[in-house]
């Protein structure tokens, strides 16, 4: 849907500038050009952080289910490590060989 609505956004823009002639029609083009890089590379952008998102709520939710995530090759479970959402990082519990180590969920499979 944002594809469709900057298109016509960028059709409507090219139109209101070709009522301006002291543009040249290179300018108008080289500024509609610019116009739709920046746009598509916001959607991008965008895309790309929602994929990461959804990501790392997929591998909260495992951790969360009892099962266990590959994090650097060491493998990550709620009976070792306890979760920080605000962070979300894995730290080490008490007791264990893994005290208060920290792996970043970013870095899990």
Known sequence: MAYIVSFV??????????????LTRMHKI????VLFIIIYSAIA??????????KLLNIVTKYKQGKTITCHGKD???SIYSLSIGTYTFIGKENT???AEMISVASCE
Do not use: A, K
């Open 9 to 22: 956004l960028l059709i409507m823009l090219f139109y209101i500038m070709h009522s301006f002639t002291e």
């Open 97 to 99: 060989s893994h005290y």
């Open 76 to 78: 990550v479970n709620s």
């Open 30 to 33: 080289s500024i509609t050009t």
């Open 45 to 54: 952008y965008n895309t790309y952080q929602n994929n990461q998102r959804t």
